[in-house]
């Protein structure tokens, strides 16, 4: 690792007082009850490898591997010691010697990190899943999603999967007909899709396109685009996550665009911030084009109601929706009103859930690498919902979707789960 | 170091896999809020009496000390390992076993997160009122071996005041149950429950506790009134309580901590003090008292008074009171954290003392908390890379300790001794005091196993002042 890296991780580190608080925040802590499963565990545990104590195998990097990256250990900390940052350091570090192969199973890492760069293997892989799903897999009854016929290593048991679309979005014809926008274009927006909804949940990006239709906005999907690559530098490949951010950079910046929209929490926190941080090493000239293309990102939840001034119908419909906040953008970018502003809009009687900020248990890599905990933090999620007695669970983030589908599934809760623009 | 006999013993009290020998487990359990970690030789998960009666008996026999852990959220130093051998922690022992709505009371493990047994009990009417800083993060068990209070302290009392009974596993292994299960008396020779509370985790180890609940208040009221000076603040803190009003919560901040918090969110503060006052009960008598409230502080010259109904407001307030401790942190990185109590009615005096030391030592000095109860949090905050400024800061501790004797209060009121104060409490208590405590010490801990170098001064003291 670069001396400076060092020298700031071990800054960062040095500003925890131990006190403890992180703990009552951490959904890992929530359902593990251990110590070094916390926050402040995991602090002192990355403070002491950094400086150079010896002797830390296998559980460090276990407990390295269970942050969910969710980022609630922030709004808890009184001395504001940042720990995602930390953990992502700490699994970057890793990568330079033995340990990657167990911080993230190789072939995961490996598809992830690569998926801008060589895109025509992912391709290749969603693909075949695609065509293989239903050998493997069948309905799970509730009419969405699909289930293990029979146990498959990597997977788990009564795993519910989301069926897979037989043409990837960005491939369909009427999308690709939408690279640029028109000449004098009012609201020119540039819609980045993100593989959740290129290779899972292509519906959110009809969605997505058809509010923004009906706001007077003019669409425009570029081609080019790639992976955001946060799961590569989730998974400690920050060579990987500096390459996506210039490729998507460059596959926007030409289009002369009003926005950068995405229905991605996770992609929307890359865009805003992670693409300026990887980039910051870099000349002037980039930073700057990171700066300037940063500046023009939106949530889809916060373009419609901030910029284009969204309008509804105003019928009622059918069926109570509750919210989840996804935590890329309630704790990461700060969004929690202006999805609820819009579900407000939707026709449908809200109801609110408990601890609607807690995280679902998917990100920071989790879901690959211990899906147990993953569940079992979701399971909480699930219960929550369920108490809610609302028939609809909303979010903002596709990531969130897969899990709470999932969840809802496995722990017998009774509701539908969609993205917000999805009941617009 | 322990031998393998001793290990083989440890593995046969919990099982092979509740006895960590991993640095993982050894650094993330050298340390508590102190932040000065002992790393221990080895860490062990019970899961009940009977596992840390063995692991005691183990510890008698082959000599090597066990300290006991609930959340390592103390500020004293209570949870380490000073010594080395085994830290117990109580994380696996989580269970609320009852509620009991008919008695009022509760059963739980010791490593129960406080927080979420308050939660179990409202869901259920009822209330636990002790409520430290830390309720979200510290355990039953801590909470009993530390007594700790809270803001609510005023009206409700501190945890010794909510224990009704308790299994405890004695330093020899020895299993007993003190007090009642559910009784609210109980007057069967000493009252070894009270005995226990507070005793920092070296008499006994808290396996069950036995807790008392009330009914939950139907309403609650929070008020922020700000001074110009700290007389007319603690002046309106006495009229409240002369007026028969025994608020809920009754804080006190400093000018010096109010300007930090203004600057910190972005505002400005001319106030030299402020209260906040919280009310309880009653629908019609919250209601009552928070007019009788505003009445008093404006005669008390208040020049500022918000009331807070909606949850949102009172949220607010709060989170005010809350950015206190952050926003102190970005005055001086270290804070020296001590919480003198002194008669209510010494308020004035003790803060006017503060600002004293504050100028003979030449170091910043912020206090805040529970004017209710005279349990004040002085912070002498300093920058250890200021030449000489610890040192002035530990000389400026040792000033406040002797001006809240002078008033007639105590070194501490709810952090405990632990380390941290061990070398001070010859300045309170007198020799005979000191050594009836430590012949009970060796009454219940002859071998001197069950978190050693604690409360009297020893060693780890000595060494955490050097």
Known sequence: MKDSIKKSLLEEAAKCVRCGACKSACPTFDVLRREPS?????????????????????????????????????????????????????????????????????????????????????????????????????????????????????????????????????????????????????????????????????????????????????????????????????????????????????AFEKLELDYIVTSCATCGHALKSVFKDVLSGEGIEIRQKAEAFASKVRDITELLTKELNYEAKGERKEGTVTYHDPCHLKKYQGITEEPRELLAKSGHVFKGMKNPCKCCGLGGGLIFTNYELSMKIAEKKAMSIKASGADIVATACPGCIIQLKDACHRYGVDAKVVHVVELL | MLTSAAIKELKKAVGNENVSFSKEDAICYSYDALASPYLPDCVVFPVSAIDVSSVLKAANRFGFPVVPRGGGSGFSGGSLPVEGGVV???????????????????????????????????????????????????????????????????????????????????????????????????????????????????????????????????????????????????????????????????????????????????????????????????????????????????????????????????????????????????????????????????????????????????????????????????????????????????????????LALSLGGAISGEHGIGITKAPYIAMELSADAIEAMTAIKKALDPNGILNPGKIFPGRAGLKFHS
């Open chain 1, 38 to 250: 916390s926050p402040r565990g995991r602090v002192s545990l990355i403070e002491a490898r950094l400086r150079g104590v010896e002797g830390m195998k296998d559980a460090y990097v276990k407990h390295i591997k269970e942050c969910t990256l969710c980022g609630s250990c922030l709004s808890a900390c009184p001395k504001g010691v940042n720990v995602p940052q930390l953990v992502l350091g700490a699994r970057c570090s890793q990568s330079e010697d033995e340990l990657i192969p167990s911080v993230f199973p190789l072939a995961a890492k490996n598809l992830l990190g690569a998926e801008g760069l060589a895109p025509a293997l992912v391709k290749t892989v969603m693909k075949a899943a695609g065509k293989l799903q239903g050998v493997f897999l069948k309905g799970a009854g509730s009419g969405e999603g699909l289930v293990t016929r029979f146990s498959l290593p990597f997977v788990g048991d009564g795993r519910l999967l989301p069926e897979l679309p037989e043409v990837f979005f960005l491939d369909r014809p009427d999308i690709s007909a939408m690279k640029d926008v028109k000449k004098g274009a009012t609201s020119r927006v540039g819609f980045f899709v993100g593989c959740g909804i290129n290779y899972i949940l292509p519906s959110i990006g009809e969605a997505t396109i058809k509010a923004l239709d009906s706001s007077g906005a003019t669409v425009a999907v570029p081609a080019e685009q790639v992976c955001c690559g946060m799961p590569a530098l989730s998974s400690g490949d920050v060579q990987a996550a500096k390459e996506l951010a210039l490729r998507n950079i460059e």
């Open chain 2, 88 to 402: 117990l922690s109580t994380e696996r022992m989580g269970r609320i076993v009852e509620i009991d709505k008919k008695n009022f009371t509760a059963e739980v493990e010791p490593g129960v997160i406080t927080a979420d047994l308050q939660d179990e009990a409202e869901r259920q009417g009822l209330f636990y009122p002790p409520d430290p800083t830390s309720v979200k993060f510290s355990t039953i068990g801590g909470n009993i071996a530390e007594c700790a209070g809270g803001p609510r302290a005023v009206k409700y009392g501190v945890t010794k005041d909510y224990v009704l009974g308790l299994e405890v596993v004695l330093p020899t292994g020895a299993i007993i149950l003190t007090g009642g299960k559910k009784t609210m008396k109980g007057v069967v020779g000493y009252d070894l429950t009270k005995l226990m509370v507070g005793s920092e985790g070296t008499l006994g180890i808290v396996t069950k506790a036995y807790l008392k609940l009330l009914p939950l208040p139907e309403a609650r009221r929070t008020m922020l009134v700000e001074f110009l000076d700290i007389e007319s603040a603690a002046r309106t803190a006495e009229a409240i309580i002369a007026s028969g009003i025994i608020p809920s919560m009754l804080e006190f901040i400093d000018g010096v901590s109010l300007k930090s918090v203004a600057e910190y969110i972005g505002t400005q503060s001319s106030a030299g003090a402020a209260l906040l006052v919280e009310t309880d009960g009653r629908k019609e008598c919250v209601e009552k008292d928070s007019i009788e409230i505003k009445k008093i502080s404006a005669e008390n010259k208040a020049y500022s008074f918000k009331d807070a109904s909606t949850k949102n407001e009172v949220r607010d307030l709060w989170s005010l009171r809350r950015a206190i401790s952050p926003s102190l942190n970005k005055l001086k990185p270290t804070k020296l954290n001590e919480d003198v109590v002194v008669p209510r009615s010494e308020l004035v005096s003790l803060v006017r003392g503060l600002e004293k030391i504050s100028e003979k030592r030449n170091v910043l000095i912020a206090s805040f908390g529970h004017a209710g109860d005279g349990n004040i949090h002085v912070n002498v905050m300093v920058d250890k890379k200021n030449a000489g400024e610890f040192e002035r800061g530990m000389e400026a501790v040792k000033d406040v300790f002797a």
